[in-house]
């Protein structure tokens, strides 16, 4: 009896390497999304110490002009900083979305190609067992036939 041999098999690994490839792309854009988030979630810290710090300089008894400058020029910077981060977030968003779209492609024929495979190895196993089955029936009814009709000697 014959193996199972899936007819789109080739096509099906194609397409699992390209799903492998599409989805490392995409998850390489939502680490870049991961770390810009976290770039943001530091400077947005950094800038509410400095404004604490900027508090307790300008409610301290004696007043240091030169320090409470710096210190709104560096929160300042910060902003400027937040805010390009920020942007920099964005785009890394778009990119990893843009990236999301042919993975989920792929991933949908990868799918889809298992499932006809699935199917195809049903079929051809209710093939097999029908293959069997009438196998099974012949010998039972040649044995039949033999136990019915029992050679005599003059049939020898």
Do not use: C
Not at 45 to 74: D, M, V
Not at 103 to 111: D, I, L, N, P, S
């Amino acid at each position: 009896m014959k193996k199972f041999e899936y007819k789109l098999a080739r096509l099906s690994r194609v397409r699992t390497v390209q799903e492998e490839i599409a989805r490392a792309q995409w998850q390489g854009a939502e680490m870049v999304v991961r770390r810009s988030l976290a770039r943001e979630q530091e400077l947005g810290n950094a800038i509410a110490q400095a404004i604490a710090e900027l508090g307790l300089a300008q409610a301290a008894p004696q007043l240091n002009p030169q320090h409470i400058l710096q210190a709104r020029q560096a929160i300042g910077f910060m902003d400027k900083q937040l805010a390009a981060q920020g942007r920099q977030t964005r785009v890394a968003r778009i990119d990893a979305d843009r990236l999301r779209v042919p993975w989920q492609k792929v991933r949908t024929e990868v799918e889809g190609l298992k499932r006809l495979e699935k199917k195809a190895r049903d079929s051809f196993r209710v093939e097999r067992e029908r293959e069997e089955a009438k196998q099974s029936d012949e010998v039972a009814m040649e044995r039949a036939r033999r136990n019915n009709f029992p050679l005599t000697e003059e049939r020898r």
